[in-house]
């Protein structure tokens, strides 16, 4: 099991334990109205759900939960068929202190060593300007638009389209991570 360790964080993969902590997170609308395939209200069934399935994927998949005294928030990189894509959610008391940009920051860097070539996807809500700017000091580059369902809103929702080359990839200063295996 990979461990990540930044300034502020601990990432390593989902665990059993983690399950109140998701739960207590994804309960809340804010968050999870801004997620595809979260479902709202979130119990912890489906956190446990969640936490088997990230088991079962583990050598396809990136996925870390962040920490600081307790579990904040998730950041994954699922390696699909046609490209990775990375995805991400943090606690709403966490939120505009710069936790995810310093977790998005290391399991990049983690992923284009491990995928030097590949060029790594993603998408966020219309309305979730927040998300798009760190993708954007990250080096993501937008390229479309369109709808995805959503199923905490039970509706097609507006999305913006982003993809990130290892070239144009932008680490962020202090964000480097140690790997504890």
């Known amino acids: 099991m990979d461990i990540l360790v930044t300034k502020r964080l601990t990432l390593r993969p989902p665990l059993e334990v983690d399950a109140d902590d ?14 595809a395939r979260v479902p709202f209200p979130y119990d912890r069934r489906d956190a446990a759900d969640w936490i088997e399935r990230c088991e079962q994927a583990s050598e396809k998949n990136i996925i870390f939960t962040l920490h600081r005294e307790r579990l904040i928030g998730v950041i994954g990189i699922e390696n699909r068929s046609d490209r990775p894509v990375l995805g991400y959610w943090l606690g709403e008391p966490w939120w505009g202190q710069g936790f995810m940009s310093e977790a998005a920051s290391a399991v990049l860097t983690y992923a284009f060593d491990k995928w030097p070539e590949k060029t790594i996807a ?41 993809e990130l080359a290892p070239a144009q990839f932008k680490r962020q200063s202090g964000t480097v991570y140690d790997v504890a295996a």
Request: net charge positive; aromatic share 6%; hydrophobic share 40%.
């Open 22 to 35: 998701i739960t207590l997170h994804l309960a809340n609308w804010n968050v999870s109205r801004m997620l």
């Open 122 to 162: 993603s998408s966020v809500a219309a309305d979730n300007p927040a998300s798009l700017t760190l993708q954007r000091r990250l080096g993501f580059k937008v390229t479309g638009g369109g709808e995805q369902y959503s199923t905490a809103r039970q509706a097609m929702v507006a999305d913006i389209r982003t």
